[in-house]
Every structure is written in C-alpha cells, then in structure tokens.
C-alpha cells in the first residue's frame, strides 16, 4: 500500500516521510485515533516506504521488488501480529499464532484495510467470542525477529490492537521492545492506548491519527463511488471522519433521511412512553447487526448536538444536512437543552460503547429508551 491510497492525513505522512529521510525512524511506534481513520493502512504504508528500494520523494514507488512483495503483504521481513482465538479448525493455543491465520488476515487488510476488529472475528469465523493475543505469539515474535533479515535493511512488525495480548504476552514484547533486535521497528496500531501497559505507552514514540477532514472524506468518497452531492453530505456529516462509517453509509441504502426519521419517531415514542412500540423499535434495531446500531445512535449523538446549538442560538454552527433534518431540529430543540442535552449525550454515548463490547442490544435500546424519556421531561432551569 503506498501513500498515495490513503485517505487524506497529509500531516501524519509528512511526519513519517520526515523519520525516514532523516534517519531517525524510532523503533517503537504506536498509532493511535479513533476507529476508521487509516491508522492501519498509514502503518502499512511507513513500513513499505521504508522497505522499498526505488523511493519516489513523498512515496514508495510500488513496482520494486520490496513493494511488489508489500502489494501482497507477503514481504518475508514484514510481520503481522494480531488478536485471535479458537476457531472450527484451529482449537489449540499453541496454534493460535498470528503466522497460522496469513491467508486470512492477507485478504481481511487487502480487501478493506479500514476495517475493524469486529470485521476481522468475523473473517475468521469467531464472531461474538473475545479474541486476543496470547503467550505463544511473543514466542513466535521471538523466533520471526531472530531471524537475519531477508531482503531489507529492516524487519518490520505491526501489532494489530496490542491491548488484546494478554499480560504474559504484553510483559514479554516489553522486554523485546525495551531491548530490540537490530533493525527492528514495532508499529503497534491501537484504539484503546490506555488499556496498554504504562510501560509500553513510555517506550513508544506516539503517532497521533486524527479524525479524515471533510474535504479529505469528500475527495476520497469521489475517486471511489458515484455519489451525487447530496449523498456525498450525508455520508460525510455522518461518517464524523471515519472512512469506514462512510464507507458503511456509501454501500446500503439507508440513507441519513432514513436515521432521521427513525429518530423522530423514536424520540417521539419515548417522550409519550408508548411501551410496545418502544419494545417493537428495540427489537428491530436488534436484528440490524452491530455496526448498522453504532451509525444509527452516532447519528442521534450528532442530531441532538445540532438541537442544542440551536437551541443556544448558534445557528451558524449548525451543519444541517436537508429540509427534514431542519424541520425537526427546529420542532425538537425546545426538548433539549444545558439541563438534560449533556447527560442525553451521555447515554447515547454509553449505548455506543456497551454494542462495541457486545451487549445485548434489545435491552441496550429500551434502556436507552427509558432514560431518554424521563431526560426529556427534565425541566430546563433558568
Ligand atoms: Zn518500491
């Protein structure tokens, strides 16, 4: 993967073209950001940029032999260690090392390298169970790093989620970190840095991935989907910087009309208590899968942040999306103001993470449901 096929964050790359052409590259890096925003495929990129023979100024050229090879993820100095656990075929832990699953992790990253963990148990066929990664792989990280490298200067690992190793593993790649082979980098890519080892977070030069700008979104929606302008604002005022929220939004047809309606009625259900159809609502969100719940209470999450600037009179703050979106904003906002918008917020923001860590999203939305009713009924002082 070169550069140039990541979406926008020319600041990140500016960063990691700098290290190389300076001869600085430090040999522990951890990429953080949020969900969605490159970390993995801007990593990808760094380590063939450093790898390839034949740099191009700003890029690895992608036609040398090194980059060939990258193309593929298949470079013999080029290593991947990433959460897992057991599947139909393979039960041991001893197996459960990152080397076993190449093929499978080879198409998850070639086929979509914005993709998540959720995405990659559900590639190896462990959906719904806890995967991490365990003692046996910093043996088998061990054995891969003593080995000279191949072709290149360097070897180079990444470490996919490094807050899933267990404590054993996490203690282990410690002290290979803290004592490196030569020629060796760790790009560690993370969501959760603080669910790392303190240790490790000192040992490691961060690289911060932030949120893709709107324009950045906009350009890199166009080169890959026919998307009219209306389209393309909403998937870029709901994506909130995540090229695969967009690219979630870009590939079904539920549209941002489509969330806003589902919101009002919901909203409007919730103020008046209507039980069954709360129960009815909850259990259709239920069967809509994980990822299609997180877009939907994101954009509540954006819907009523919009309600309360306008209720604070900002209005030229206020991205509004269409003419629906305006016409409840301006009949919903008197609901939500400083005394219940913050702990509204609040919730939403509490669905979102009990779905990511897999709750059961029928009670999730009816207890959300409940909450928002006796939040909306909140006097606002003045
Ligand atoms: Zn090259």
Redesign the pocket.
């Known amino acids: 993967m070169k550069f140039s096929e990541v979406i926008g964050q020319k600041a990140v790359k500016q960063q990691l073209l700098r290290s190389v052409k300076e001869q600085r590259i430090s040999h522990a890096q951890l990429f953080t950001g949020p969900s969605g925003v490159g970390k993995l495929a801007l990593a990808i990129a760094y380590a063939?940029y450093i790898?390839?023979?034949?740099?191009?100024g700003d890029d690895?050229?992608?036609?040398?032999?090194?980059?060939?090879k990258?193309n593929k993820l298949a470079h013999p100095d080029f290593h991947f260690t990433v959460p897992l656990a057991s599947t139909k075929k393979i039960t041991k832990a001893e197996q459960l090392i990152s080397s076993n699953f190449m093929t499978e992790w080879r198409e998850f990253v070639l086929d979509n390298p914005y993709a998540g963990l959720n995405d990659w148990f559900a590639k190896i066929g462990i959906e719904n169970k806890q995967g991490n990664i365990n003692v046996h792989e910093s043996a088998d990280i061990l054995k891969k790093l003593s080995l000279k490298p191949y072709e290149g200067e360097y070897r180079l690992l990444i470490v996919w989620m490094p807050e899933k190793m267990n404590p054993q593993c996490a203690n282990k790649l410690l002290k290979i970190i803290e004592e490196p082979p030569q020629k060796t980098v760790f790009l560690l890519v993370t969501e959760d840095p603080e669910d790392l080892l303190p240790t490790i977070l000192s040992r490691v030069q961060m690289v911060k991935v932030p949120k893709i700008t709107d324009e950045d979104m906009a350009a890199g929606l166009q080169a890959r989907f026919e998307l009219d302008d209306k389209q393309l604002r909403h998937i870029i005022t709901l994506s909130e910087g995540s090229y695969y929220t967009a690219l979630k939004m870009s590939g079904h047809d539920e549209s941002a009309e489509v969330h806003t309606d589902k919101f009002v009625e919901w909203m409007r259900n919730c103020y008046a208590m209507k039980v069954s159809e709360l129960l009815e609502f909850s259990e259709e969100m239920a069967k809509s899968g994980r990822e299609r719940q997180k877009v939907f209470l994101n954009h509540a999450i954006s819907l009523l942040r919009k309600a309360l600037l306008l209720n604070f009179d900002v209005d030229d703050l206020v991205k509004i999306a269409d003419d629906s979106e305006e016409e409840f904003l301006t009949k919903f906002a008197p609901f939500v103001h400083g005394s219940n918008t913050p702990d509204l917020i609040a919730e939403f923001d509490k669905a979102v993470y009990h779905i990511e860590r897999n709750a059961y999203a029928k009670i999730t939305f009816m207890d959300l449901s409940l909450k928002i009713h006796d939040l909306l009924r909140v006097p606002q002082e003045v």
């Open positions: 063939q790898a390839c023979k034949d740099k191009q690895s050229c992608g036609a040398c032999p090194s980059c060939v990258f």
